[in-house]
């Protein structure tokens, strides 16, 4: 392959007029050569933060809120975080109203409790996954 379509960096620079063929066909990735690896028990695995872009807003939220719960310490002493625009920047989320929807999603499908105040910052905690319900649907 030819170097003139690269940057310093060692990505292609897509804005060069003459990029050939061959460089735009879609490979196959493994999740290993992009970082990923599995948390262990959890349901949820450690992505790096370069790939984050290509989950949805509440994929990202969710890594950045486990990034929070492995980094730092909680906010309150019952372990409740606050989402700072620190982490909603970490989780690539700067428009307003995506943030507040993705909050929103996340708390209806229970992966997070959140309390809210008019005043200050909104706090949030992970939901431990519970043991699954059975319900008898023929009664």
């Known amino acids: 392959m030819n170097d ?3 940057l310093p960096d060692g990505l292609i620079d897509w804005s060069h007029p003459d990029v050939p063929e061959e460089l735009y066909e879609a490979r196959a ?3 290993e050569t992009l970082g990923i690896c599995n948390a262990g028990c959890s349901e949820y ?3 790096p933060q370069e790939c984050w872009d290509a989950f949805p807003a509440s994929s990202r939220l ?3 809120l486990h990034f929070a719960y492995r980094t730092w310490k909680p906010d309150t002493p019952d372990g409740w975080y606050r989402l700072s625009s620190g982490l ?3 989780a690539r989320l700067t428009n307003r109203e ?3 929807r993705t909050v929103n999603y ?3 499908a229970g992966l997070i409790d959140v309390r809210r105040s008019g005043t200050s910052t909104t706090l949030v905690r992970l939901v431990r996954p519970g ?3 059975v319900t008898n649907r023929n009664t």
């Open 62 to 64: 969710m890594l950045a």
């Open 88 to 90: 909603y920047t970490r």
């Open 29 to 31: 990735v493994p999740a």
């Open 45 to 47: 695995a450690v992505v």
């Open 4 to 6: 003139k379509y690269r």
């Open 98 to 100: 995506t943030r507040r």
């Open 106 to 108: 996340l708390q209806r």
């Open 131 to 133: 043991p699954k319900k």
